[in-house]
């Protein structure tokens, strides 16, 4: 499973490994694919420089990457304090309406949670970047920087470069992939509408090869979107992909502890309410940030599909208005009540498995459809 | 491109290209593949028998398939009159309110045109199997018999098998594909939601391998939604599937006249729509027949999306109702205003190419692109 965008990260795979957890992403890089850290849930840049500390200490000197979340046009910020006076007053009794209807209780403490929420801004996103940058001038690690909406502004995708760091970003539509281009981001990620997290309406087997032809010799494309087995991977190639970009699916790995109460055996919560879903159990509605987002479906999602329901703020109101809400729910522990992103690929997470076996059975599985593949020219 | 299914059909390329165009569907059995009449378009026998006499005096003696409308669920049927009487005035209303704000003109004889509805009827779907058994008794050339909507009557499946015909049937979900098989359907065609026409919420590319492992080695799966290029079909079969269904592809071939006045050169209003929409140019809703189909976004789709409209009413309602308006869209020659169901891959279709032009150029991509995959393995 070899690309030229793989030798030019010296990694054995081309699979890109997006996910918020640090051990997931470390062991991806370990397995010799490329672990992507989402690093919207560090409100605190202590926090993020600790944990790339911790990624370093757990990489055998591998290579990986970080994902930030730079909104291409910069959102009005002000103070935290300022943004919450924009949200109306009906949205917060819908929202406390509901999770008392879903039997979703009180934070204990009865204190705000901003987890997650402070990432989203502009300003923060910038000090990710800037704490990964420190990171790879000392230790050389951090070869990618993604970003998940829009391109990146130019003196980021500059500054990256001095590092010597490749800069992608995601791409739903050939419009947007362009325009990726002309700011000089090195790789783009086509993201079908079956993803998972922010997505367009075109599927993954209709833009991968649009965007492909669409770029052309100008940056390699990462497949996004319906990615979690080896034939998967082998259709993104066949499609002109040179690699693929995964979420969803290390979700259900083992080495994902997210959400998970400390000493706790078996799933966590989150991981039970994947397990059991199918590939028919996800929605992409605009609850979770304002833009559209594919989600699992769950009794919160179908919430807000009901007629009483108000329609979705704007990005970033939206999320401001749901973090609370978002907390709340994480603590309920109830896999009925759930508000996670997640791609139709869903319904292939269906058991716990450490990342290095998902790797090694997406690896086989490709050669075996590559070698099929070809047989049909015989 | 050699496959199992290619070679039980005595095939060259397990191309199997549905359309109601007798044009198209000959020159795609002539060109290696298989073309599969679309028949819900003729409400008499008689013209289905003229048209498939056609077929076998322009077919070289190659293989063909038909394909039948038969709902899953017999629906209610009753006469012409008493359907038209089920559909609300205000729907009525709606439509010819749309269609002058549209400016589509009335009918010029003021008749009422029932054409392509009859065909969405069980009675009249019915007499095409009849038509197409009696022509493969006497010719042996059709060797396929579609189902679109849900697996075909017990009945239609024994006679099929009885004259040698296969039987495939359209799915969009896992539990609509073991239904098929467990109804005796030899070959399932799994639809993503990018296809035109009734689709799911399942993209292609979690839906092709979903049904390939569910159905095992009960059932060959052909790929269906989102078709239109050679990395394309090199996709489907990495995926597991034994070939491809195309549609939408089709309908931008210089021998598909449907539509076209006699006389007429260059490309038909529809096709002048379809060369100028890009893949986000679609829609998928139940305006076209009561239930979800992919459909080209026009001004006519538009319409149904203001708030102002009414909901779509069932099948076959939903029909019966805009079979005049479609029939009037048709006849006001207007590339914006059009009723037509196409698939994502529209965005493809961007010029007028003869069929044989069309499989070759598909066929040469197929082949660089698995050699491709495989020297990912060197």
């Not at 006076?85 to 403490?109: K, N, Q, Y």
């Not at 801004?121 to 829009?150: F, P």
């Not at 704007?314 to 996670?340: C, E, F, G, T």
């Amino acid at each position: 499973m070899r690309t030229e965008l793989a030798d030019r990260f010296g990694i054995d795979y081309p699979i890109f490994g997006f996910t918020p957890s640090q051990h997931v992403a470390a062991a991806i890089s370990r397995a010799g694919g490329l672990g992507v850290l989402g690093c919207v849930r560090f409100n605190e840049t202590e926090e993020l420089d600790a944990v790339l500390e911790w990624m370093h200490e757990n990489t055998d000197g591998k290579p990986f990457g970080v994902d930030v979340v730079m909104p291409a046009k910069i959102p009005t910020e002000g103070s935290k304090v300022d943004l919450d006076s924009m949200i109306p007053p009906e949205h917060r009794a819908f929202v406390e309406r509901t999770l008392d209807d879903l039997g979703v209780p009180p934070l204990p403490d009865g204190d705000r949670v901003d987890a997650g929420v402070l990432g989203w801004l502009h300003s923060v996103a910038r000090s990710h970047v800037d704490v990964a940058m420190e990171h790879t001038r000392e230790y050389g690690q951090i070869k990618l920087i993604a970003n998940a909406l829009g391109s990146p502004p130019d003196d980021v995708i500059a500054t990256a470069h001095d590092n010597g760091v490749l800069v992608a970003a995601l791409a739903g539509a050939k419009e947007h992939a362009l325009h990726h281009v002309q700011a000089g981001v090195d790789i783009v990620i086509a993201q079908g509408y079956e993803g998972g997290g922010h997505t367009g309406e075109v599927t993954s087997m209709i833009l991968w090869p649009e965007l492909v032809d669409a770029v052309g010799d100008s940056a390699p494309v990462l497949a996004a979107g319906g990615v979690g087995s080896g034939r998967q991977i082998a259709a993104a190639i066949a499609l002109g992909a040179q690699g693929v970009w995964m979420g969803t699916y290390w979700l259900t790995a083992a080495e994902y502890q997210l959400g998970k109460a400390e000493g706790v055996q078996g799933p966590s919560t989150v991981q039970q309410a994947l397990l059991k879903a199918t590939s028919r159990d996800t929605v992409r509605r605009r609850i979770y940030s304002g833009k559209p987002a594919r989600l699992l479906k769950t009794r919160w999602t179908d919430a807000w599909d009901a007629e009483s329901a108000p329609e979705p703020l704007p990005m970033p109101l939206q999320n401001l208005l749901v973090a609370q809400a978002h907390a709340r729910i994480s603590q309920a522990d109830n896999p009925d009540v759930v508000a996670m992103p997640a791609g139709q690929i869903v319904g292939r997470c269906n058991e716990i498995v450490p990342v290095a076996d998902m790797i090694a059975g997406m690896v086989a599985e490709y050669e075996e459809a590559v070698k099929r593949l070809g047989s049909t020219l015989d």
